[in-house]
């Protein structure tokens, strides 16, 4: 009787397999760069335009990098809706 | 279970029909046997067996007709299945590559505004650094936040 059971969960559970794989898509190549370390001020510097310069481009770098998240928000929420739209 | 698929898969329709046709004509028959009394000679010693061979092919034609329009609608199932995953991922596709060009053309306006705001700062370099110069402990400062650790005396 044992046995018996064994073998109709097995068959119902085989029977009931769906034969249609899925995967999450791959995040696209750019949003799968890291967000690169702020720039430092060279030692010694007294010009205020060169700080001013490393300013700009951390700020550059931020902007950036915000970007790359919201990219990514973005684009996992679209990919979710898509991927939960096939019942 | 695989074995079953593939002899119902195999089989073609009119089997099951047939089977349970000749089922269900042969259990009239055994059972009516006394209302035909031409054939009852020939047929009489063996209706214990046509009973039993009758009640097996109906019982087998009905079973594998329901295991048939039941795999069939299972197959209707995973082909509609198949149809939607092949439209998200063609949709995923696209999606992925509006981000991809969005990404590009952004990334390119914040490398022109660096640019472009360089380009004002070294033009304007001499005037800002004759109005200032800074002491070391202001740039120490300021690297300390860029790398995010505490300097503070």
Known sequence: MKYLLMILTALIITSCTVPVNRSFPDLPKSLTQEC???QIVPKGTIKLSEILIVVTTNYSQYHQCRFE???FQQWHKQQKEIFESVK | MWFLTWLVNWTPDFVFHLMIIIGAIGILVSFFMNLLPSIVPLISPYKTLI????IALLLCGTWFEGFNTN????????KDLQEQVAISEKKSTEANDKIEYVYVDRIKVIKDTQTQTTNNIKKDANEIDKQCNVITEAVDILNSSATNQKSFK
């Open chain 1, 36 to 38: 690169l370390d702020l």
């Open chain 2, 51 to 54: 009973q039993i061979i009758s």
């Open chain 2, 71 to 78: 795999n069939k609608v299972w197959e209707a199932k995973v």
């Open chain 1, 69 to 71: 998240v919201e990219s």
